[in-house]
């Protein structure tokens, strides 16, 4: 006999899980290949217009090369290993300043999201020195650290820094106030509520930061190669500005754009996995 309400399904609640995930996970993988399609629609159009208006010489090749140009430019390095040791110095020259950059927003801006007192005493003159334009730094950072490496990385983590720290800043300062007392309530410690609440509750800020920081970090790299670099991307730049070859000034930046989407698409799949428990908005 079969009372009202009574589940009479006939598919076992561990199997419906299941199969919910896996669907969950094929919905990604599609959803992951339609992104890389619908964002390749404009480049490759573009590109399309491009090379079509400078084979009809709308555009002159002395000021924009066709695309196929350019790449030809970015084969040649690359079959004589030039490309490579540009694009490694350069890497590893940014890394080199965002973990630098970082780790001083981190204590910093720990110290003012926590403190009010720190914040009154740092804050004014860190927004101060945000406000001084990144190539005022070269001059100042060539006298007193020479044209080598050390200079070259603080240039690049100057520009990590404040976005990290403002953001730290901020994510810290936003933490709900009753979140907080909710964790007292509970017999929480201070250790305890930083680790189990503030933490949690800032980091979403802080990943935005560091996003934020990693694509200030790759154009700040470019002041800091202008400062008697010999290699890199920057130094292709002014190379190419020097023996007024635009095909090795577009190929420059192109690589740029790639390099820098590729890093940012890395520190994006970490903000997934890591805040993979927000119940964040369905966008249509």
Do not use: C
Not at 31 to 38: A, C, D, K
Not at 44 to 70: C, K, M
Not at 98 to 124: C, N, R, W
């Amino acid at each position: 006999m079969k009372y009202k309400g009574e589940l009479t399904t006939s598919v076992p609640l561990k199997k419906h899980i299941e199969k919910n995930k896996a669907t969950g996970k094929l919905n990604g993988f599609s959803g992951s290949g339609r992104t890389v399609i619908l964002g390749s629609i404009i480049p490759v159009t573009l590109l399309i217009i491009w090379e079509g208006l400078s084979r009809l010489e709308v555009l002159p090749a002395y000021q924009l090369p066709a695309p196929t140009v350019i790449f030809n430019t970015i084969l040649t390095m690359a079959q004589d290993g030039t490309l490579w040791s540009h694009i490694g110095i350069t890497t590893i020259r940014v890394f080199q300043g965002f973990i630098l950059g970082t780790i001083v927003a981190i204590i910093l801006g720990s110290l003012v999201g926590f403190y009010k007192k720190a914040e009154q005493l740092l804050d004014p003159m860190l927004q101060a020195f945000r406000s001084i334009p990144s190539l005022a730094w070269v001059p100042l950072f060539i006298l007193w650290m020479g044209i080598g490496e050390p200079s070259k990385v603080t240039m690049i983590a100057v520009g990590v820094f404040f976005p990290v720290y403002l953001n730290i800043v901020s994510g810290i300062s936003g933490v709900d106030r009753k979140l907080i007392e909710v964790g007292k309530m509970y017999g929480l410690n201070n250790f305890q509520l930083i680790k189990r609440i503030i933490l949690p509750a800032a980091l979403p800020s802080f990943i935005v930061g560091l996003r934020s920081g990693l694509g200030l970090g790759w154009m700040f790299v470019v002041a800091a190669e202008l400062m008697g670099a010999s290699q890199g991307l920057g130094y292709l730049l002014v190379l190419g500005q020097n023996t007024l070859s635009p095909e090795t000034i577009i190929a420059s930046i192109i690589l740029f754009a790639v390099i820098g989407k590729l890093s940012d698409w890395i520190l994006k799949l970490i903000q997934d996995r890591s805040l993979h428990w927000q119940d964040s908005l369905e966008r249509s």
